[in-house]
Nanobody, 124 residues
Framework: QVQLVESGGGLVQAGGSLRLSCAAS????????MGWFRQAPGKEREFVVG????????YYANSVKGRFTISRDNAKNTVYLQMNSLKPEDTAVYYC?????????????????WGQGTQVTVSS
């Protein structure tokens, strides 16, 4: 079992930056692929970015490519999402998720554990 706790959300003006963190419990964190998803009001949850267990491979949604960066520190059981050049359309609840396989998926059903989410609001 893995528990995930996100932090770092908040209110920021367009063009600003935020850094989200996702702290995981459990000794097997380093063997899990991790992902970030987001859900805006009235919309379905969408994939943002994923990272393999080693951090060697990442995959970004086109909407955030070049602006967001995912990283992980397996010694700290933490995955990060650096978000730069934020836009109002980035406003959503951001969730981190863990996939027990070592690869990463882009579909929500491929992930086994989820955090409760952190709100990101970007004002224009």
């Amino acid at each position: 079992q893995v528990q995930l706790v996100e932090s770092g959300g908040g209110l920021v003006q367009a063009g600003g930056s935020l850094r989200l963190s996702c702290a995981a419990s459990g000794r097997t964190f380093s063997s899990y692929a991790m992902g970030w998803f987001r859900q805006a009001p009235g919309k379905e949850r969408e994939f943002v970015v994923g990272i393999t267990w080693s951090g060697g491979n990442t995959y970004y949604a086109n909407s955030v490519k070049g602006r967001f960066t995912i990283s992980r520190d397996n010694a700290k059981n933490t995955v990060y999402l650096q978000m730069n050049s934020l836009k109002p359309e980035d406003t959503a609840v951001y969730y981190c998720a863990a996939d027990r396989t070592r690869t990463m998926g882009i579909a929500a059903y491929e992930y086994d554990y989820w955090g409760q989410g952190t709100q990101v609001t970007v004002s224009s």
